[in-house]
């Protein structure tokens, strides 16, 4: 079993930059496939960044390519999410998310993939 906790939320200007770190306990982090997901007030939970075990294969939505980055540091149990020309488009509660992997690959995009999350953290951006 996994437990997440979110830290590194808050609030930005439009243009600027903020890192989200998730920390996981338990056991056997590395065999875990992890995903940043978000939920704007009032709308659906979306995958917007996800990882493999080893950090090796990242993947993106559309929106945030090119200003996100996931990473993971396994010997720290920690994943993070680097944002950078935070958008208004953009604001919304981050959660981070786990599920064991069979491979190496991360193709789980979807809420109901996953089957640990965090609390949430809220990051807003000031126009």
């Known amino acids: 079993q996994v437990q997440l906790v979110e830290s590194g939320g808050g609030l930005v200007q439009a243009g600027g930059s903020l890192r989200l770190t998730c920390a996981a306990s338990?056991?056997?982090?590395?065999?875990?496939?992890m995903g940043w997901f978000r939920q704007p007030a009032g709308k659906d939970r979306e995958c917007v960044a996800r990882?493999?075990?080893?950090?090796?294969?990242?993947y993106y939505t559309n929106s945030v390519k090119g200003r996100f980055t996931i990473s993971r540091d396994n010997a720290k149990n920690t994943v993070h999410l680097q944002m950078e020309n935070l958008k208004p488009d953009d604001p919304a509660v981050y959660f981070c998310?786990?599920?064991?992997?069979?491979?190496?690959?991360?193709?789980?995009?979807?809420?109901?993939?996953?089957?640990?999350w965090g609390q949430g953290i809220q990051v807003t951006v000031s126009p």
């Open positions: 998310e786990a599920r064991a992997a069979p491979s190496e690959t991360n193709t789980f995009q979807r809420r109901s993939d996953y089957d640990y």
């Open positions: 338990g056991r056997a982090f590395n065999m875990y496939a």
């Open positions: 990882i493999s075990r080893s950090g090796g294969n990242t």
